[in-house]
């Protein structure tokens, strides 16, 4: 997440880290064939955490016959929330805050188009829904963090600690989360970036001070994560210092998650050594064989990578 100002000098406490904002749609920016950034607008924005990086909010969407619920403004939203009745419940969505102007009270969520509709016609899924019928004013409910929490960095599963050398792999959903991290590094670290989208056509500037390569795959008619795979396998290959110097002293084993039905995620803490991590987002199927790429194959030790199943083809992200 990029970032125009600096924290308040707040008083912080041990409140919960997270809390609802209540926002409404400023504008809405065609940026690619498959990304649409919206700006929402709220009062108390500027208490937006700004810790930024790859952390996780949630959308709280409208039901097609009523606006969102109101869960307060405090800690105590997920229980309000589950109280609601089956059928009143919004449905909740995991985004990454793209940019963050807390003084202007504005945040920027970038939105990914897919190219397909339900059986109805109609687009699937609640966020995109909602997006397909928003314009100016329209309202939603942002859950994210709290700059008044101790805890506001909740959510963030970018652990490098002091390691310099990186890879950041995923697809169209992990490019906010590549930015926010592109935008932390200097000219200390050396980043290569890998990114599979739908089309050429939706590569984006993603500013950084680090030395980085910055590779758009497009994906066009090719299986969903070719490209990215065949790019990782060509990146170890190409880096076998790196790989060397990042291997675990024993042979790993690796849980077979079932990523149809499990959460495949895990970011662990950084080792205590070593000049190399990895972040691997995207498509869980994807993200699982990257993982047994740099894992089980090169050996690499998995506590130098961090792999997040953000979303599973096929299937609707569980509230």
Same mark, same amino acid.
Request: glycine share 8%; aromatic share 8%.
């Given at each position: 997440m990029l970032t125009s100002a600096a924290a308040p000098q707040l008083e912080r406490d041990d409140r919960p880290p997270y809390r609802p904002f209540h926002v409404r749609v400023s504008r809405i920016r065609h940026l690619s064939p498959h990304f649409r950034r919206v700006t929402f607008t709220g009062a108390d924005l500027d208490l937006f955490g700004r810790d930024g990086l790859d952390q996780r909010i949630k959308l709280l969407l409208p039901l097609p016959d009523s606006p969102v619920a109101d869960l307060g403004a405090d800690?105590?939203? *997920?229980?309000?929330?589950? $109280?609601?009745?089956?059928?009143?419940?919004?449905?909740? !969505? =995991? *985004? =990454? &805050? !793209?940019?963050?102007?807390?003084?202007?009270?504005?945040?920027?969520?970038?939105?990914?188009?897919?190219?397909?509709? @339900?059986? =109805? @016609?109609? &687009?699937? @899924?609640?966020?995109? !829904?909602?997006?397909a019928g928003a314009d100016a004013g329209s309202e939603l409910v942002i859950v994210g963090p709290d700059v008044r929490s101790l805890h506001s960095a909740s959510g963030i599963d970018w652990r490098p600690g002091a390691a310099t050398c990186f890879l950041l792999a995923g697809d169209e959903t992990a490019v906010p989360g590549i930015a926010g991290i592109l935008a932390s590094l200097d000219e200390r670290h050396r980043v290569t970036v890998l990114v599979e989208?739908?089309?050429?056509?939706? $590569?984006?500037?993603?500013? =950084?001070? $680090?030395?980085?390569?910055? !590779?758009?795959? $497009?994906?066009?008619?090719?299986e969903r994560g070719a490209r990215l795979q065949d790019a990782v396998s060509a990146w170890i290959a190409d880096n076998p210092a790196v790989v060397r110097g990042a291997a675990a002293a024993v042979a790993q084993q690796l849980d077979d998650v079932d990523v149809d039905v499990e959460l495949l995620w895990d970011s662990p803490d950084a080792a205590d050594d070593g000049e190399f991590h990895a972040w691997l987002a995207g498509e869980a199927a994807v993200i699982k064989k990257l993982r047994r790429l740099l894992v089980t194959d090169a050996g690499v030790d998995r506590r130098r990578v961090a792999f997040m199943g953000y979303w599973r083809h096929g299937r609707a992200e569980q509230n």
């Open positions: 800690g105590d939203w *997920y229980s309000r929330w589950l $109280a609601l009745p089956d059928e009143r419940r919004n449905p909740l !969505r =995991t *985004y =990454t &805050v !793209r940019a963050l102007r807390p003084e202007a009270h504005e945040l920027d969520v970038d939105f990914v188009i897919h190219p397909h509709h @339900g059986p =109805t @016609g109609h &687009v699937d @899924g609640p966020a995109a !829904r909602w997006l989208v739908p089309d050429a056509g939706d $590569a984006q500037e993603l500013p =950084t001070l $680090a030395r980085a390569d910055v !590779r758009w795959l $497009a994906r066009g008619d090719a």
